[in-house]
């Protein structure tokens, strides 16, 4: 039943019925597909050719075309120049002939102007699309100190640009893939054409062309429709808003994803060290990256487990800590009603609550929200003998650390994956919490991404620039990373 009420929409909407040579009658059949009595920004001009002394209309959305471009470059030519075809009068770049309304209706929706001329059967699409978009703005998410600052925006065209812009190949290809039955929506694959593996492609391109769906605005919707794992806490597809970093990833052999109204792109396939490395690494000298990636991978261990080994320590393997400190923790702990994995989870969850918070007010007011916010309950939450001080070290410990996680894919699972630590680590101490961590690495490495392993090239071992929890120096990289099998595995010579 579902199936038939699309395919009968989907014929109502969008004509299979074929353009004729009536211009009248075609000016017929475009009213009543896009409702022109009640679809204010639809538009038409009608108006008679020079070069054939025919009457012609022309059609468009005047919210999304360039309506100056429009007046100079179509309608003028066709009022004064001489010719013997459309292709050679109008000076518009992309010409394309059209026979079907379902193209007609396509087009329009994607900014184009549709000329028909009495007496052809074809119609002529061309391309004077103007999407409002914000200027090339600076990078919020992944921001770097040194290295390019300019980030991805919503138009599909400037991004491919800011991509073109950073390789320069001809072999770089950009190809457009339909999807939607409502809404025929583009994704567009950047790759290599001499680099990128074929069985990739293919594998990337039947997810994306298997999709039945009504619409998919943009890429973060797209992301949930084409991974693997959909319920897995671990994400399998790089999310990115950098076009430096793209183009990196491209230039190794990898697929970036593309679409209109996205800021962001998407990376195929990915490891886990695709989520823990960040674009300043390599603009850093060597050591100076390596260090900072020594702090990210600490930052990692900290916000996942010391939350939980704090829980376990105390409560089961007190003999592990120095007397002085054990006397000072249960000191602190005296007047406190609550058991102690209740504290952390509480504190947990308010730190939370502040981020949160902060990134939902408005800009001036989030900074002030959040420190003032955590000052406030932290030194309540003491003074009223709820939560005791050491347990705020650990919580703002763990919280901080999550920060330096730049990645927001990677920065949710290690959140969450705390709670689930801290947990575990309430019922039999370090035993339960190194069976949970053991368990959660063992599934971690049985994830593939468009069939790569999650920990390749360290497990299993692949031929790579071993740009793993260190990197090389970016002299003796000669090799791309061999366990996406592209056609050139060798980077120098």
């Given at each position: 039943?579902?199936i038939f009420?699309r395919?009968?929409?989907?014929n109502?909407t969008?004509?299979?019925?074929?353009?004729i040579?009536?211009?009248?009658s075609n000016?017929r059949e475009m009213?009543?597909?896009?409702?022109y009595?009640i679809?204010?920004?639809f538009?038409?001009r009608?108006?008679?050719?020079?070069?054939?002394?025919?009457?012609?209309?022309?059609?468009?959305?005047?919210?999304?075309?360039?309506?100056e471009?429009?007046?100079?470059?179509?309608?003028?030519?066709?009022l004064?120049n001489?010719g013997d075809?459309?292709s050679?009068?109008?000076?518009?770049?992309?010409?394309?002939?059209?026979?079907?309304?379902?193209?007609?209706v396509?087009?329009?929706?994607s900014?184009?102007a549709?000329l028909?001329?009495?007496g052809?059967t074809d119609?002529?699409a061309?391309d004077?699309?103007n999407?409002?978009?914000?200027a090339?703005p600076k990078?919020?998410n992944?921001?770097?100190?040194?290295g390019?600052q300019?980030?991805?925006?919503?138009?599909?065209?400037?991004?491919?640009?800011?991509i073109?812009?950073q390789i320069?190949n001809?072999?770089?290809?950009n190809?457009?893939v339909?999807?939607?039955i409502r809404?025929?929506?583009e994704?567009?694959l950047?790759?290599l054409?001499?680099?990128?593996n074929?069985?990739?492609?293919?594998?990337?391109?039947?997810?994306?062309?298997?999709?039945?769906?009504?619409?998919v605005r943009?890429?973060?919707?797209l992301?949930?429709?084409?991974?693997?794992?959909?319920?897995?806490?671990?994400p399998?597809i790089l999310?990115?808003?950098k076009?430096?970093?793209?183009?990196?990833?491209?230039?190794?052999?990898y697929?970036?994803?593309?679409?209109e109204?996205?800021?962001?792109?998407?990376?195929?396939?990915?490891t886990?060290?695709s989520?823990?490395h960040?674009p300043?690494?390599?603009y850093l000298?060597f050591?100076y990256g390596?260090?900072?990636?020594t702090?990210?991978?600490?930052?990692?261990?900290?916000?996942?487990l010391?939350?939980a080994a704090?829980?376990?320590?105390t409560?089961?393997?007190?003999?592990?800590l120095?007397p002085?400190?054990?006397?000072?923790?249960?000191?602190?702990?005296?007047?406190v009603?609550f058991p102690?994995?209740?504290?952390?989870?509480?504190?947990?969850?308010a730190?939370?609550?502040?981020?949160?918070?902060?990134?939902?007010?408005?800009?001036?007011?989030?900074?002030?929200?959040?420190?003032?916010?955590?000052?406030?309950l932290?030194q309540a939450?003491v003074?009223?003998?709820?939560i005791?001080?050491?347990i705020v070290i650990?919580?703002a410990?763990?919280g901080?650390?999550?920060?330096?996680?730049?990645?927001?894919s990677?920065?949710y699972?290690v959140r969450?994956?705390?709670?689930?630590?801290?947990?575990?680590a309430?019922?039999?101490?370090?035993?339960?919490?190194?069976?949970a961590f053991?368990?959660?690495?063992?599934y971690?490495?049985?994830i593939k991404?468009?069939?790569?392993?999650?920990?390749?090239?360290?497990?299993p071992?692949?031929?790579s620039?071993?740009?793993?929890?260190?990197?090389?120096?970016?002299?003796?990289?000669?090799?791309?990373?061999?366990?996406i099998?592209?056609k050139?595995?060798?980077?120098?010579?």
């Open positions: 039943m579902r009420s395919q009968q929409n989907n109502s969008t004509s299979e019925k074929k353009i040579g009536s211009l009248s000016i009213k009543q597909l896009f409702s009595d679809n204010k920004d538009s038409l009608t108006l008679t050719t020079r070069f054939n002394k025919r009457e012609a209309c022309i059609f468009y959305y005047g919210s999304i075309v360039d309506g471009r429009i007046n100079l470059h179509i309608i003028k030519p066709l004064e001489e075809e459309v050679n009068i109008v000076s518009i770049e992309n010409i394309e002939k059209i026979k079907e309304y379902e193209k007609v396509q087009n329009i929706n900014g184009k549709i028909f001329i009495d052809d119609a002529y061309m004077v699309a999407f409002q978009h914000r090339i990078s919020e992944e921001s770097v100190v040194k390019p300019d980030a991805f925006t919503e138009s599909l065209d400037n991004n491919i640009s800011l073109r812009k320069h001809n072999q770089l290809i190809e457009g339909q999807i939607g809404s025929h929506d994704v567009n950047l790759y054409k001499d680099l990128v074929q069985e990739l492609l293919d594998n990337v391109r039947k997810r994306i062309k298997e999709l039945e769906v009504d619409n943009n890429i973060e919707l992301e949930q429709y084409i991974e693997e794992h959909p319920y897995s806490l671990i399998t999310y990115s808003e076009p430096d970093k793209a183009a990196s990833y491209i230039e190794d052999g697929i970036v994803l593309l679409m109204s996205s800021s962001a792109c998407l990376i195929v396939p990915v886990f060290w989520f823990f960040s300043e690494d390599r000298r050591f390596n260090f900072t990636r702090i990210r991978f600490i930052c990692l261990l900290l916000s996942l010391v939350s704090f829980v376990a320590i409560n089961y393997h007190s003999e592990m120095p002085d400190l054990l006397l000072a923790i249960t000191g602190s702990r005296e007047r009603p102690l994995i209740m504290e952390i989870l509480l504190m947990e969850i730190f939370e609550l502040i981020r949160e918070a902060g990134l939902r007010i408005p800009n001036p007011l989030g900074p002030t929200i959040g420190i003032v916010g955590a000052l406030i932290g939450a003074e009223a003998n709820i005791s001080p050491i650990i919580v410990l763990s901080l650390s999550s920060f330096a996680l730049a990645d927001l990677i920065n699972m969450l994956m705390r709670f689930i630590f801290i947990i575990c309430g019922f039999w101490g370090m035993l339960s919490l190194t069976a053991f368990l959660f690495f063992m971690a490495a049985s991404s468009f069939g790569v392993p999650f920990f390749s090239p360290l497990s071992h692949y031929i620039t071993k740009d793993t929890v260190f990197r090389q120096f970016i002299k003796k990289e000669k090799f791309r990373p061999g366990y099998r592209p050139d595995l060798q980077k120098k010579r």
